[in-house]
């Protein structure tokens, strides 16, 4: 994980339409968070005004607010690590007043992207396709698969349509033509972000912030992925593991895929590179689609169509996350039957 987080959050919640007898309004619920220390300022839906550093509450009518609550959305200003008290402070206060969600409601974290080349644009909707069904697994049914219209399934664009992109636009074009994926790409030249709305709705501070580090955390693994030196044919010295993963990935992603002669005159090596045991390491799934020049061919599973995930282990090890936060996603993950819903606990009353 990145030792820099980079990020901004809107938390959609619910609130009892009245406090003590007075209206909860905008403007109220914005002086409560200023006076506990978080500056906060109340606007009115689809206003895109912003105050440096601050804030902002608004109503969201896309919200269903049972009788006797409000429905509002609190928008903070771009934050890194030393928010994370913010945070909290921000959740505490909005649950004291009696805040809740419902499956109307979303967790959206967005992930600056103003310097990010578009390559690792690319590499991020690539592992978030290949990841999606372990990301999926974490989640509640109400978030899964295309259940949520705000949050849809990426799962269907191919990997070789991926790597056919060359702007944010062809992205969000391949995704759906609007913001509604689970990963938004439609930010990037409206916010100069990434924005995340896969997460179900929460109002838990320890759960948003684990959802800020691993969303960080993927877009630190783009990055990375994406500046992969490129093989040259110079041949001086062996090649790293990184640059054997990068150029073996190409390689697959070629619609005639790659044997293991192809891969090592690639690098120009002079014994082959064990591309099973590569793509074990970095959790990459693949197919064998036959034999050329007597060698088994190896093509990246997705853009054959074929349905292998990776698995959270996987994804755990190439995101780089702490032991901490691996047993926080593998005991949500254990939350959930395999439909989303929370598994009942044995022995408990009904």
Same mark, same amino acid.
């Given at each position: 994980?990145?030792?820099?987080?980079?990020?901004?959050?809107?938390?959609?919640?619910?609130?009892? @339409?009245?406090?003590?007898?007075?209206?909860?309004?905008?403007?109220?619920?914005?002086?409560?968070?200023?006076?506990?220390?978080?500056?906060?300022?109340?606007?009115?839906?689809? %206003?895109?005004? @912003?105050?440096?550093?601050?804030?902002?509450?608004?109503?969201?009518?896309?919200? =269903?607010?049972?009788?006797?609550?409000?429905?509002?959305?609190?928008?903070?200003?771009?934050?890194?690590?030393?928010?994370?008290?913010?945070?909290?402070?921000?959740?505490?206060?909005?649950?004291?007043?009696?805040?809740?969600? *419902?499956?109307?409601?979303? &967790?959206?974290?967005?992930?600056?992207? =103003? %310097?990010?080349?578009?390559?690792?644009?690319?590499?991020?909707?690539?592992?978030?396709?290949?990841?999606? &069904?372990?990301?999926?697994?974490?989640?509640?049914?109400?978030?899964?698969?295309?259940?949520?219209?705000? @949050?849809?399934?990426?799962?269907?664009?191919?990997?070789?349509?991926?790597?056919?992109?060359?702007?944010?636009?062809?992205?969000?074009?391949?995704?759906?033509?609007?913001?509604f994926a689970k990963v938004n790409f439609a930010?990037?030249?409206?916010?100069?972000?990434?924005?995340?709305?896969?997460?179900?709705?929460?109002?838990?501070?320890?759960?948003?912030?684990?959802?800020?580090?691993?969303?960080?955390?993927?877009?630190?693994?783009?990055?990375?992925?994406?500046?992969?030196?490129?093989?040259?044919?110079?041949?001086?010295?062996?090649?790293?593991?990184?640059?054997?993963?990068?150029?073996?990935?190409?390689?697959?992603?070629?619609?005639?895929?790659?044997?293991?002669?192809?891969?090592?005159?690639?690098?120009?090596?002079?014994?082959?590179?064990?591309?099973?045991?590569? &793509?074990?390491?970095?959790?990459?799934?693949?197919?064998?689609?036959?034999?050329? *020049?007597?060698?088994?061919?190896?093509?990246?599973?997705?853009? @054959?169509?074929?349905?292998?995930?990776?698995?959270?282990?996987?994804?755990?090890?190439?995101?780089?996350?702490?032991?901490?936060?691996?047993?926080?996603?593998?005991?949500?993950?254990?939350?959930?039957?395999?439909?989303?819903?929370? =598994?009942?606990?044995?022995?408990?009353?009904?």
């Amino acid at each position: 994980m990145s030792n820099k987080l980079d990020y901004g959050i809107e938390i959609e919640f619910l609130v009892p @339409a009245s406090n003590a007898g007075t209206p909860m309004t905008n403007h109220r619920m914005a002086t409560v968070l200023t006076t506990a220390g978080i500056a906060t300022y109340a606007t009115n839906y689809g %206003d895109t005004r @912003a105050m440096p550093g601050k804030w902002k509450i608004k109503p969201d009518g896309s919200l =269903r607010a049972p009788p006797g609550y409000v429905g509002m959305e609190l928008v903070s200003p771009p934050m890194n690590e030393s928010g994370l008290d913010d945070v909290r402070k921000a959740c505490e206060v909005i649950g004291s007043l009696g805040a809740t969600v *419902n499956k109307s409601c979303g &967790l959206h974290v967005h992930v600056g992207a =103003r %310097d990010l080349p578009f390559r690792a644009l690319r590499k991020l909707a690539e592992l978030y396709v290949r990841s999606e &069904l372990v990301m999926d697994s974490l989640m509640p049914n109400s978030r899964r698969g295309n259940t949520s219209s705000y @949050a849809r399934s990426m799962r269907h664009v191919r990997m070789d349509a991926l790597a056919n992109t060359r702007t944010a636009q062809d992205l969000v074009r391949l995704f759906g033509q609007d913001r509604f994926a689970k990963v938004n790409f439609a930010a990037v030249w409206k916010h100069g972000t990434v924005e995340f709305r896969h997460h179900s709705a929460s109002v838990s501070a320890d759960k948003i912030i684990k959802w800020i580090v691993m969303v960080n955390a993927m877009v630190d693994t783009a990055k990375k992925e994406a500046n992969l030196p490129i093989v040259t044919s110079t041949g001086a010295e062996p090649a790293s593991d990184r640059r054997v993963l990068g150029q073996l990935l190409r390689m697959m992603l070629r619609p005639e895929g790659v044997t293991r002669l192809e891969l090592r005159e690639a690098l120009e090596r002079k014994t082959s590179v064990d591309i099973r045991a590569e &793509l074990a390491r970095a959790g990459i799934s693949y197919r064998i689609d036959g034999r050329r *020049n007597r060698r088994e061919v190896y093509k990246y599973a997705p853009s @054959a169509g074929e349905d292998t995930p990776a698995t959270l282990a996987t994804l755990a090890v190439k995101l780089g996350l702490s032991d901490e936060d691996i047993a926080y996603w593998t005991n949500r993950a254990a939350m959930f039957t395999p439909s989303g819903r929370v =598994r009942p606990v044995v022995g408990a009353a009904s």
